[in-house]
């Protein structure tokens, strides 16, 4: 290589590194100018893009979204906590932010006498964005109705071994936190084992991941949110959703700002704003139910009313967390 290309190379090395991406992308690079607002997003980007991008456009403050699992993003939350590289953490289960406590910054919002007083936390740390009841959900190409699992405890059915699509809770917070549901409601905590085992080794790569294998026939059922398989059903997916007999919970998907953000009021500005009634009033868009009070539910989903349902207790998966894993990581491994 002579040396005029050694030069070239060089500078366009030197452009790549430098080079910021926009709104919606999930390359792990940083923003360092003050009118940026670093997101580590671990929500699916089909809805949160158009918000952030929509925030961007009112307030001339530019949005860098880190996409990732909300294990992963966490984590990285508690290595960088003496030096903070993101602002807001969006996404994950309630019961994930409270171990996380921390890592996040106080905040009393003005939007928070809005939310439904079951999602309020009196101590402002994170807040609940949308409710999410824990379903199951099969292929219709691969079950038949008179097959499909009805509840939690069919997931254990022989006929269901080695095709249920289900990530790792150690991983994924939401996969923990609907695993968690399923030993609540059952109250067994012996159903940890036998479902790992059930998978046959093999586990998807995350929460969005498992129900796309099922969208695509890759597996026979799964686990998950109810505006997960809304939204394959939306886009024409032979998927059907169950809510299990035995009863279910609801959880939520946090936002908070994180502890010492170098952009720390611009991340003030960003939760403001996902958590604002005008930005909620368009989740059912996306087939999701808003923790505020003063937005109704979808009406192509089913009334809670008409679920048998509780509410996620975030302590009580957060102290049984622990416990949870270490069995569940000997089943795995035998």
Partial sequence: MNIFSRVLTAC???V???TLTDCGSSKQQFETDDNTVVVYNCNTEDWTAPIAKEFQEETGIRVKLIAGGSGELMARVRTEKEDPRGDVLWGGAA???AALTPCLEPYDSPEKTGIDPHFVRADNVFYSVTMDPFVLAYNTDLVSEADAPQGWRDLLDPKFRGRIALADPAKTSSVYALLFTMTDVLGDVSVIGQLAEH???KIAAGSAAQMKAVADGEYAVTATFEAAVMRCIDTGAHVKIVYPKEGTQISSGGIAVIRNAKHMENAKK????VMSKEVHERFAQYDRRSTRADIPAPENLRPLAEIQFTR???QRALSFRD???SKWRAAIIK
Avoid: P, Q, S
């Fill in 16 to 18: 790549l590194a430098t």
């Fill in 323 to 325: 416990e949870f894993l």
């Fill in 199 to 201: 998978l046959d080794g």
């Fill in 12 to 14: 366009v090395l030197i």
């Fill in 95 to 97: 019961d994930a932010y």
């Fill in 312 to 314: 996620f207790d975030t």
């Fill in 270 to 273: 960003f939760l403001n704003f």
